[in-house]
């Protein structure tokens, strides 16, 4: 069954950088495309990136020339650059596949991983 687990979040001030990590296990990841999400206290999910498995990519306009999806299908892990954040990237960051792919499943129900928290404050 599919595992999901993000890692690389943490406390940086507006302007810093940091890189994500989702290592993917489970599945044919090559196979897959894939996708980041965040959540944001009292707001629901939104899509930031997805990456085809033949790697094109698409980005939400908040995020666009800042942060950067790419993907190791040899590593099964799915990366997110973010350059020049700021207080509303603030979130907690998930991967998953790209809704219209269809999100993973576990046992009928939607499966997510524990997320990694990312905050953006001086």
């Known amino acids: 069954q599919v595992q999901l687990v993000e890692s690389g979040g943490g406390l940086v001030q507006p302007g810093g950088s940091l890189r994500l990590s989702c290592a993917a296990s489970?599945?044919?990841?090559?196979?897959?495309?894939m996708a980041w999400y965040r959540q944001a206290p009292g707001k629901e999910r939104e899509l930031v990136a997805d990456i085809t498995n033949g790697g094109k990519t698409n980005y939400a306009d908040s995020v666009k020339a800042r942060f950067t999806i790419s993907r190791d299908n040899g590593k099964n892990t799915v990366y997110l650059q973010m350059n020049n954040l700021k207080p509303e990237d603030t979130a907690v960051y998930y991967c998953?596949?790209?809704?219209?792919?269809?999100?993973?499943?576990?046992?009928?129900?939607?499966?997510w991983g524990q997320g990694t928290q990312v905050t953006v404050s001086s």
């Open positions: 489970g599945i044919i990841f090559s196979f897959n495309p």
């Open positions: 998953n596949r790209p809704t219209e792919a269809g999100l993973f499943q576990q046992r009928g129900n939607e499966y």
